[in-house]
Nanobody, 119 residues
């Protein structure tokens, strides 16, 4: 079955950096777009950034532009999210997701990794 396993979260001070990873298995990775979402306490899950199957196109929400970078290594079936200049409001559970390019939705989700930013 399809599995997406996130890692790399943790507790970091404001201004710090983290790199999240999401390892995929059970799917043809290079045929799926990959996205990162996050959910803060008391809020709905929100879309953060996505990357197309070949890694040539990315889409960022405005509030993360310049601080977040998504990338993928199709040889390793892994997608990454590099985060710089972390802010307390970035505190959330970060989820990766996979979906076919022809649909707007995502079909597969990871279990999430907690990112906590202290001020």
């Amino acid at each position: 079955q399809v599995q997406l396993v996130e890692s790399g979260g943790g507790l970091v001070q404001a201004g710090g950096s983290l790199r999240l990873s999401c390892a995929a298995s059970g799917l043809t990775f290079d045929e799926h777009k990959m996205g990162w979402f996050r959910q803060s306490p008391g809020k709905e899950r929100e879309f953060v950034v996505a990357i197309n199957p070949t890694g040539t196109t990315t889409y960022y929400r405005d509030f993360v532009k310049g601080r977040f970078t998504i990338s993928r290594d199709n040889a390793k079936n892994t997608v990454y999210l590099q985060i710089h200049s972390l802010k307390p409001e970035d505190t959330a559970v970060y989820y990766c997701a996979a979906g076919v390019l022809t649909a707007a939705s995502y079909d597969y989700w990871g279990q999430g990794t907690q990112v906590t930013v202290s001020s």
